[in-house]
């Protein structure tokens, strides 16, 4: 019986460290990677705005509140809220924050 018990926890354990790996692995796509400023840029140059410093300072916003899920919303949502306010259409702003 002991034996037993002691598989089903072992067994158990092992589903349980994959379900967090899954977990982390998930969390760590949504982040912003360290390019999402730089594709944020290029994107609004391709569409024709002037990239200078407040465009730069917006897109920047995309990985500077942290990469767990919480962080890249509040990033996401500083970075459209910004461009929108120099100028950038909503539809453009919400495309080039999202990279």
């Known amino acids: 019986m002991r034996r037993v018990t002691r598989r089903a926890m072992a067994v158990a354990g092992i589903v349980l460290a994959a379900g967090a790996l899954q977990l982390t692995t998930t969390t ?6 360290a390019d999402s400023p730089y594709k944020c840029r290029t994107f609004l140059k391709s569409r024709g705005y002037t990239v200078g410093p407040k465009v730069s300072r917006a897109c920047q916003e995309i990985i500077t509140h942290g990469s767990d899920p919480v962080g890249w919303a509040v990033g996401l949502q500083t970075c459209m809220v910004s461009l929108k306010n120099i100028g950038v259409r909503p539809a ?5 924050c999202s990279w």
């Open 28 to 33: 760590s796509a949504q982040a912003a990677d």
């Open 92 to 96: 453009d702003a919400a495309d080039a």
